[in-house]
């Protein structure tokens, strides 16, 4: 399995769409940054590949503006490693 952490700005006044929108891709939300409207999410995959596939989703949802990848991991590494942007 991997993971990615990625930060997620939304688009101004449009965090709650934002929100809704990937929580609705089954991306699971762990900080929220109101003020700065922006918030850190997990990715889950089978594969790099299939991260890539949601991340590139994840960019065109409604009230998002912008995803950066922070880091990216597989569940049998020891440290995570800080990843290209998969955006290519």
């Known amino acids: 399995m991997h993971y990615s952490g990625i930060l997620i700005t939304a688009r101004p006044g449009?965090?709650?769409l934002a929100l809704r929108s990937v929580r609705g891709k089954g991306v699971e939300v762990f900080h929220e940054d109101r003020e700065r409207e922006r918030?850190?999410?997990v990715l889950e995959g089978e594969t790099v590949e299939t991260e890539a596939v949601l991340f590139?989703?994840?960019l065109g949802l409604p009230g998002v503006g912008d995803v950066s990848l922070?880091?990216?991991?597989e569940d049998d590494e020891e440290t995570p490693a800080i990843a290209a942007d998969p955006r290519g």
């Not at 922070?70 to 991991?73: E, H, Y």
């Open 14 to 16: 449009e965090m709650e």
């Open 39 to 41: 918030f850190i999410a």
């Open 56 to 58: 590139r989703e994840i």
């Open 70 to 73: 922070v880091v990216s991991q």
